[in-house]
Each structure stands twice: as structure tokens, then as C-alpha cells.
């Protein structure tokens, strides 16, 4: 392809660059049914990598042949057949784990590859995929969790986040990026997008034109956490939603064409933002696309990501709940559960949150009494205790294999030693990450936790973490900022029962943790 002309000839292409060369990441998916036949011995280990664009990653340790898959969900939106057919694969192939990430998707662990093309299958056959789930490729897109439904978005985004995403499904234009590209579209004032942490994010704006105050977006562009966090910058441009396709394509370009490619570590979209600027950004950008300088802003206060409680929707009569699913996890069973009960009381439809939680919504407003009343609700809270609800932790070592330490269980034994310890009169987001990678985003949290090796003083080898305060987006976003030291793993939750008792005794009545 022409394309890769601009690139291809760079003689300091990091040796990864050169193996993308020799084969897109996507022609693993012609592979696939042949390994499934013969098994996962006959899968050579330098084609490994490339699972990543199926959206599969090996889990630790990897010889042992046992496979993650990331399933995309754009804007966190499932249909009640969609939202079944996933609970079949965590029963019958996953060992009945079913994960909600940081960015909307679903993931399920223990897959072996004879399962892989049934599951493949499965999931063409209601509109899902996990291709470029995972890979250096237009992940999955996060949207608003209540696009369509929500009093406080400024228009609809679903049909725009789907146009996009099944756009880019497939794309070999763009299926060899210099890294992870994570999109993010939404029209919810209170940023539920996460904006600023995505490479490119389209948010709520409205500008005057010809006298008249029409209805778009804004754009951030070059965000990221891992090891070199960035925030997006804001470009002075006005986005029509009728754009927001071709926007993503340019800013694709640019990515695809001037990101680095000689250094791994600094192959996101976020590096050649930092160095550019957003005056040469949009200026490149413009080379592609005219677009107007910006209107105005509108976002208000941000909501991290969290509906918890019954709130009405901008539909007369019908209502949409916010559950909490503790650290994000659930079983095969819960899922089906919360499928039946989403179909019986409202449309069917789930719906994830990148706050690894629930909202089903369409609920008639005299029907919600009741649907509180199932069973599931017991675990899966509408009103979640204030540690527990607000705790979000990444896969941890349990099945990953960047990992340092264990994550998930253990942040939620942690949020409920806390809920135990202490009563607080706000919440206190916590977020658990087992290593730099931060798929925790433990960046903008209240308290983050990064995991880590320590060495005791009688010289053994012990978990820990690292604690860091104060991250927040929106309105002075910033990252939190690392505490002294580290705590020994075993020590971390009577660490944070006094640190946050401090906190208890200090600050004034309903005053959150961002004001402390
Ligand atoms: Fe794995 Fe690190 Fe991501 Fe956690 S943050 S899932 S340990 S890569």
C-alpha cells in the first residue's frame, strides 16, 4: 500500500515496526480457524503478538495456551441478545468470568484457540466483534453510556459512535498504527467520556452560526496514562456531528502517518501532540478537513463515569438505573440474570459504564419499585456503600502477564475493609492498577494504587504499592501526584483505614476529596 511508503523507508523503525511490516496484524484472523484446527502447539510463538488484533492476548504464563478476549462495546451499549450471547461464551468457554473494563468492553479469560472461531461466530452473529479490541488499532469507542436516553447530553451520539466504529472494524488502511489509538465520542456534559485520557476525544460544544446556536463538538486530542501520562489538549476547532467521521479519519492519518515509529514507548498519538502543540496540529488537521474555530464549551461538573439510583430520562415515563458491579466483575449467571430482568421490566438493552458498572435503562417509571426487588440486586447494588462503589481495579496477575501484583480481589476486599472501617459522608474513587500500564486509570483518581515488587528489610521479595492523591478531570483535570514510599501489600488496607480517617476528621461536612 502507498501508505506505508512514508514510513516503511525509515531505517530506525523499532523492530516491532519491522515485524508490522512483514505482516498486518489482521491477517491473523485468516490463521485462526487453521490453528483451531490443529491446535495451540501448532501456533508459532513470533505469531503471538499478532493475536492482539483478533482482540485475544495469551494469559500467563503464556505457553500454557489459554487466551483474554476484549470484545468491543461502542458506547458501552448492549441489545438484550447481544448481552446474552456473551453470558453463553463466559459459561460454556470463559470459566465464567465476564470483566467490564475501563473503556466499556467486556472481557472473558481461560479461552482456548478450538474455541475461538465458535466464539467468533457467537458474536458476528448478534453485531459484536473483538477485533482491534486490543493491537496498535482504532480500539473500541467510548461513548456515552446513556446516549439517546440522557437529559444531560447535548444530541444523540449513537448512531455517530457506530458509523465511526464499524468504519474503522476491518480497516486495513488503518490497521497498522504506531500504537493503541483509543477514540472516545459523547455528548454527556459531565464528561463520562472521560475525555482528557483518550488520544482523541469529541466532547459537547455549541456554537452561533448565521445567528442561530447549533449543536456540536469540541475536540481533545493526544491523551494517555501509562507509565507518561498526558491530558489532552483542546484544539480550536468546531465539529459538526455530521463531521466527526471525517475527523476521525484525518486524525487517523496523521497518527498513521507522522506518529513515531522508531521508539515503542513513545508510539502513541500523545507524544506527537506534546511536541507539536495544538496550534500545529490543527493546522495539520486543516490540511485534511475545514473546520471553524470553537464555540463554547459544554461541560459541567464531571460524574467520572457513575449513575448510580433511578433517574429519569429524557423519555416522558421511563427511567434508567445505575448499578455497581464490585471491581467490575461478574459471572456467567449474573449476566443472563440481569438480561432477563433488563428485557422484562425495560427494553432489554445493558448498558456499560467506564466505571466497570451498569445502567439498564427504558424502565417505565411505575415498574422500577419492583425490578429493585430482584434478587441480584442484592450484590449488584442500586446504592452502593461509598468504598465499594466507587473502587475500579485492572485485571491484575490473576491473567495478565504485564502484571506485578494482584489487583482485582484484592482492591475488593480492600473497598469492603473500608466500607467496614469507616462511614464517610461522600465517596472516595479508588482505583487498583497491577503495574504502570495504568489499564486501572489509576491516574485520575482520588487515591490511586500502583503495584509493585519491594524488597523487606529481611530481603524478601513482597508486593506493594505505590499511593498517589488528588487526579480529577474536567474544570482543572489533573493527575494525582505520588505520596512518599510504598506499603507493603499486606499492610495496604489499615494503611488507607488511617489515612482516610485523617481525611474523616479534617475536612468540612460534604466536602469531597478533590476540595480537601
Ligand atoms: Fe495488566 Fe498492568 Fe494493565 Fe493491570 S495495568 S491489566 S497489570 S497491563
Known amino acids: 500500500m502507498t501508505y506505508t511508503k512514508i514510513w516503511a523507508d525509515n531505517e530506525n523503525l523499532s523492530k516491532e515496526e519491522k515485524l508490522k511490516l512483514e505482516k498486518d496484524g489482521l491477517d491473523i484472523l485468516d490463521d485462526i480457524p487453521r490453528y483451531a484446527r490443529e491446535g495451540?502447539?501448532?501456533?508459532?510463538?513470533?505469531?503471538?503478538?499478532?493475536?492482539?488484533?483478533?482482540?485475544?492476548y495469551l494469559q500467563r504464563p503464556k505457553e500454557d495456551g489459554y487466551f483474554m478476549m476484549r470484545v468491543n462495546v461502542p458506547s458501552g451499549i448492549l441489545s438484550n441478545e447481544q448481552a446474552t450471547t456473551l453470558a453463553g461464551i463466559a459459561r460454556d468457554y470463559g470459566r465464567d468470568v465476564v470483566d467490564i473494563t475501563t473503556r466499556q468492553a467486556i472481557q472473558f479469560h481461560w479461552?482456548?484457540?478450538?474455541?475461538?472461531?465458535?466464539?467468533?461466530?457467537?458474536?458476528?452473529?448478534?453485531?459484536?466483534?473483538?477485533?482491534?479490541?486490543?493491537?496498535?488499532?482504532?480500539?473500541?469507542?467510548?461513548?456515552?453510556?446513556?446516549?439517546?436516553?440522557?437529559?444531560?447530553e447535548l444530541t444523540d451520539t449513537r448512531e455517530i459512535v457506530k458509523d465511526v466504529y464499524w468504519y474503522f472494524q476491518r480497516n486495513r488502511e488503518f490497521s497498522n498504527l504506531p500504537r493503541k489509538y483509543k477514540v472516545s465520542i459523547s455528548a454527556n456534559v459531565n464528561n463520562a467520556q472521560n475525555a482528557e485520557i483518550n488520544c482523541l476525544s469529541f466532547v459537547p460544544a455549541v456554537k452561533e452560526v448565521g445567528g442561530q446556536e447549533v449543536v456540536g463538538f469540541h475536540m481533545y486530542?493526544?491523551?494517555?496514562?501509562?507509565?507518561?501520562?498526558?491530558?489532552?489538549?483542546?484544539?480550536?476547532?468546531?465539529?459538526?456531528?455530521?463531521?466527526?467521521?471525517?475527523?476521525?479519519?484525518?486524525?487517523?492519518?496523521?497518527?498513521?502517518?507522522?506518529?513515531?515509529?522508531?521508539?515503542?514507548?513513545?508510539?502513541?498519538?500523545?507524544?506527537?501532540?506534546?511536541?507539536?502543540?495544538p496550534e500545529k496540529f490543527k493546522e495539520k488537521l486543516l490540511e485534511y478537513i475545514a473546520l471553524p474555530s470553537k464555540g463554547i464549551n459544554r461541560f459541567e461538573e464531571w460524574n467520572a463515569g457513575y449513575f448510580y439510583g433511578v433517574h429519569k430520562q429524557k423519555q416522558a415515563g421511563k427511567s434508567y438505573v445505575g448499578f455497581n458491579?464490585?471491581?467490575?466483575?461478574?459471572?456467567?449467571?449474573?449476566?443472563?440474570?440481569?438480561?432477563?430482568?433488563?428485557?422484562?421490566?425495560?427494553?432489554?438493552?445493558?448498558?456499560?459504564?467506564?466505571?466497570?458498572?451498569?445502567v439498564i435503562p427504558d424502565v417505565p417509571d411505575e415498574s422500577v419499585d419492583v425490578l429493585l426487588q430482584e434478587n441480584i440486586f442484592q450484590r449488584i447494588t442500586v446504592e452502593p456503600k461509598n468504598f465499594i462503589g466507587y473502587s475500579v481495579s485492572c485485571t491484575g496477575i490473576e491473567y495478565c502477564n504485564l502484571a506485578l501484583v494482584e489487583t482485582k480481589e484484592r482492591m475488593r476486599?480492600?473497598?469492603?475493609?473500608?466500607?467496614?472501617?469507616?462511614?464517610?459522608?461522600?465517596?472516595?474513587?479508588?482505583?487498583?492498577?497491577?503495574?504502570?500500564?495504568?489499564c486501572g486509570q489509576r491516574q485520575i483518581a482520588d487515591i490511586g494504587l500502583q503495584g509493585m515488587k519491594m524488597r523487606t528489610k529481611d530481603k524478601k521479595m513482597v508486593e506493594a504499592f505505590e499511593i498517589y492523591v488528588g487526579g480529577t478531570l474536567t474544570n482543572d483535570a489533573a493527575f494525582?501526584?505520588?505520596?512518599?514510599?510504598?506499603?507493603?501489600?499486606?499492610?495496604?488496607?489499615?494503611?488507607?483505614?488511617?489515612?482516610?480517617?485523617?481525611?474523616?476528621?479534617?475536612?468540612?461536612?460534604?466536602e469531597s476529596f478533590n476540595t480537601f
Not at 474455541?115 to 458476528?124: A, H, K, M, S, T
Not at 468546531?238 to 513515531?260: H, N
Not at 505520596?483 to 460534604?510: H, P, S, T, W
Open 40 to 56: 495451540f502447539a501448532s501456533i508459532p510463538q513470533d505469531q503471538w503478538n499478532l493475536f492482539k488484533w483478533a482482540g485475544l
Open 111 to 152: 479461552l482456548q484457540i478450538e474455541n475461538i472461531p465458535d466464539i467468533f461466530q457467537r458474536l458476528e452473529s448478534v453485531g459484536l466483534s473483538s477485533v482491534g479490541a486490543c493491537g496498535d488499532i482504532l480500539r473500541t469507542i467510548v461513548g456515552n453510556p446513556l446516549a439517546g436516553i440522557d437529559p444531560n
Open 221 to 277: 486530542v493526544g491523551g494517555g496514562l501509562s507509565a507518561k501520562p498526558y491530558l489532552a489538549q483542546e484544539l480550536d476547532v468546531f465539529v459538526a456531528p455530521e463531521q466527526v467521521k471525517e475527523v476521525t479519519i484525518a486524525v487517523s492519518k496523521i497518527f498513521r502517518d507522522y506518529g513515531y515509529r522508531d521508539k515503542r514507548h513513545r508510539a502513541r498519538l500523545k507524544f506527537l501532540m506534546a511536541d507539536w502543540g
Open 325 to 358: 458491579v464490585p471491581v467490575g466483575r461478574m459471572d456467567s449467571a449474573e449476566l443472563f440474570e440481569l438480561a432477563r430482568i433488563a428485557k422484562k421490566y425495560g427494553s432489554g438493552e445493558i448498558r456499560s459504564c467506564n466505571s466497570q458498572n451498569i
Open 413 to 438: 476486599q480492600i473497598a469492603q475493609y473500608l466500607d467496614e472501617k469507616l462511614e464517610l459522608d461522600v465517596p472516595v474513587r479508588i482505583h487498583m492498577v497491577g503495574c504502570p500500564n495504568s
Open 480 to 510: 494525582n501526584q505520588k505520596l512518599k514510599g510504598k506499603i507493603n501489600a499486606e499492610e495496604l488496607g489499615d494503611v488507607l483505614v488511617q489515612f482516610l480517617r485523617y481525611f474523616q476528621e479534617e475536612k468540612a461536612a460534604g
